[in-house]
């Protein structure tokens, strides 16, 4: 699908270009260009574009928070796909908070953001920082909130196993938790994959304020290989 979303991105951007620069429809465009452009793996072409929708919507829709967070959520997995792992933590960080603040430390948004970081902390081999955000705060919650045979659950789980396992300076304890996280989430695998689960929607939207129409949304994640 790379090169039809490619193509369509560029006809996209193609066809709103010559309107002015505080266009709803324009802006969309280019957002969507360049995420075209990164999932087509072109990620320094895809960076300056996502640059620039960011700071887009900041000038003409900065009272939508929705709106910037998707926007910064594409630009950090960019960075995080070029190897910018510092830029992207620093990103990562503050949708984290404001995505908590906004929707709630509970909701499957706030917790898939809080995975992201812990990505980007194993990343950096910050390793007690995302055994604790892992550990102590979004497991609980996205057991409680999402079930414990979720994908984003899962997710938690083998990035907790990371950073115990990673850890040069691991503990005993820290090496009885690795084994038993990787022991859950290999049985919880084998056991999603033999039951049928209901289906879930693959992409959300989030509503731009004022005019009452949705922008898609490339849904908030960045999964085991973009870390």
């Known amino acids: 699908h790379g090169a039809v979303q490619l193509a369509l991105g560029w006809a996209c951007w193609k066809t709103y270009l010559g309107r002015p620069e505080a266009d709803e429809h324009r802006c969309i465009s280019i957002g969507l260009l360049g995420d075209a ?12 574009v996502l640059e620039a929708n960011l700071a887009l919507n900041r000038r003409y829709w900065s009272h939508d928070e929705g709106v910037i967070l998707n926007a910064q959520t594409n630009l950090a997995a960019c960075l995080a796909d070029l190897g910018r792992h510092d830029e992207a933590l620093v990103l990562k960080r503050e949708i984290y908070a404001k995505m908590v603040a906004w929707k709630g430390v509970s909701h499957e948004d706030s917790i898939l953001c809080g995975s992201n970081l812990v990505a980007s902390m194993l990343s950096l081999k910050l390793w007690d920082e995302a055994k604790s955000l892992g550990r102590d705060h979004l497991l609980p919650v996205a057991r409680q909130s999402l079930g414990a045979d979720h994908d984003e659950t899962l997710k938690i789980n083998h990035r907790l196993a990371a950073a ?6 691991r503990t005993r304890e820290d090496l009885r938790l690795n084994q038993h996280q990787s022991v859950l989430t290999r049985r919880l695998i084998s056991t999603q994959a033999t039951t049928c689960s209901k289906p879930r929607p693959s992409c959300r939207t989030w509503s731009r304020g ?15 290989n973009d870390s």
């Open 164 to 169: 115990l396992g990673n850890n040069p300076e």
């Open 37 to 48: 452009l990164r999932f087509s793996q072109q990620h320094e072409e895809a960076l300056p």
């Open 210 to 224: 004022g005019g009452g129409s949705s922008v898609p949304r490339t849904q908030l994640q960045s999964t085991l």
